[in-house]
């Protein structure tokens, strides 16, 4: 797997202290609120472990699936959110994604948890890359801005290959332009 990567662009150290940091951060933001944590799968599924043992406060947690990829290394901006009665009626929800690129499948996943009642909904991601933004969004906690490369790992796939990677890194250009 290591020979399919360019370079190492975060390492597990530095994940670690990032849902630190995030944790605390949305402890003091959002402590006294009635919060449900939804993870957007399968992307953040790592993360939203790790970050949720950093949340010092009582947080409910639920699932949604998102989906906008197919095999391509470019967002669709066809984004299909599917939930198995997710229910987030009155509550505060966080978002939980594991990168914001265009914005098109954080946008549509926030929308879609206020059309299921959501008070109020916050958003958490561990990447950002604001070069990319088609969609006008920003997240309230960032882990990292990042350059506007493909990245792996951490939960984060290239047709659904890499997301076992204990770190992030970029991807040799001829992994996925073959
Ligand atoms: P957006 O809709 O363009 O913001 O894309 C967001 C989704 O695309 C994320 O949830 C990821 O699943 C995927 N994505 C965007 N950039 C990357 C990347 O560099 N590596 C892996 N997946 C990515
Ligand atoms: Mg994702």
Redesign the pocket.
Known sequence: MASDIERLLLTPAQIADACARLGGEIGSRLSGRDVTAVC?L???SLFFADLMRCVDMPVAFDFVR?S??GSA???S?D?SVSHGGVCVCGKTVLLV????????????VKSHMLDLGAKEVFVAAL?D?PS????DFSADFVGFE?PD????GYG???NEKYRNLPYIGI?KRNAYEK
């Open positions: 957007i399968k992307g953040s998102a906008s990829y290394a470019e967002s901006g984004v994604e594991d990168i914001v690129d265009t914005g098109r499948t954080i946008s549509k990447l890359k990319r933004r088609v969609a990042i490369e493909f990245v792996v984060l796939d290239y991807l």
